[in-house]
Nanobody
Framework: QVQLVESGGGLVQAGGSLRLSCAASGRTSSSYAMGWFRQAPGKEREFVAAISWTGGTTYYADSVKARFTISRDNAKNTVYLQMNSLKPEDTAVYYC???????????????WGQGTQVTVSS
């Protein structure tokens, strides 16, 4: 079992920045790929970014490319999402997920955190 806890969400004005963190505990000895997803009110959950165990491979949704950066510190069992140039449409609950397969991230078999709210005001 892996437990994931997100933090760093909050209220920010458009154009501002936030850094989300996702701390993993439990069975962290395995090599998990990690990802960030978000869900806005009335919308389905959508992919934001993902990173391989080594950090050598990253993926981003087109809507966040060049604004968001995913990174990880395996010594701290933590994954980060640096969000710059935030827009009101980035408002959502952000969740992190863990999967042994990078390409398998996002399904119900993943480990999921409880989410952290990000609100961007215009």
């Amino acid at each position: 079992q892996v437990q994931l806890v997100e933090s760093g969400g909050g209220l920010v004005q458009a154009g501002g920045s936030l850094r989300l963190s996702c701390a993993a505990s439990g069975r962290t000895s395995s090599s998990y790929a990690m990802g960030w997803f978000r869900q806005a009110p009335g919308k389905e959950r959508e992919f934001v970014a993902a990173i391989s165990w080594t950090g050598g491979t990253t993926y981003y949704a087109d809507s966040v490319k060049a604004r968001f950066t995913i990174s990880r510190d395996n010594a701290k069992n933590t994954v980060y999402l640096q969000m710059n140039s935030l827009k009101p449409e980035d408002t959502a609950v952000y969740y992190c997920a863990a999967d042994l397969d990078l390409d398998g991230l996002g399904d119900d078999n993943d480990y999921w955190g409880q989410g952290t709210q990000v609100t961007v005001s215009s």
